[in-house]
C-alpha cells in the first residue's frame, strides 16, 4: 500500500505523513454511488 499511497501524495504530503497513514489506514474500494458517511 505504501507504493500506491506515494503515487497519488507523494507530491502533497511528507514522508513521515504517508508512513503513519500506511500504519494505520485501511484500503476499501469503495463503488461509484456508494456513501463514505452520513452527514448531520
Same mark, same amino acid.
Given at each position: 500500500?505504501?507504493? =500506491?499511497?506515494?503515487?497519488?501524495?507523494?507530491?502533497? /504530503? =511528507?514522508?513521515?505523513?504517508?508512513? =503513519?497513514?500506511?500504519?494505520? @489506514?485501511? /484500503?476499501? =474500494?469503495? @463503488?461509484? @454511488?456508494?456513501?463514505?458517511?452520513?452527514? @448531520?
Amino acid at each position: 500500500m505504501i507504493s =500506491e499511497l506515494k503515487e497519488s501524495y507523494g507530491a502533497h /504530503f =511528507e514522508d513521515a505523513l504517508i508512513s =503513519e497513514i500506511n500504519q494505520v @489506514g485501511t /484500503f476499501k =474500494e469503495v @463503488g461509484a @454511488g456508494q456513501k463514505l458517511m452520513e452527514i @448531520g
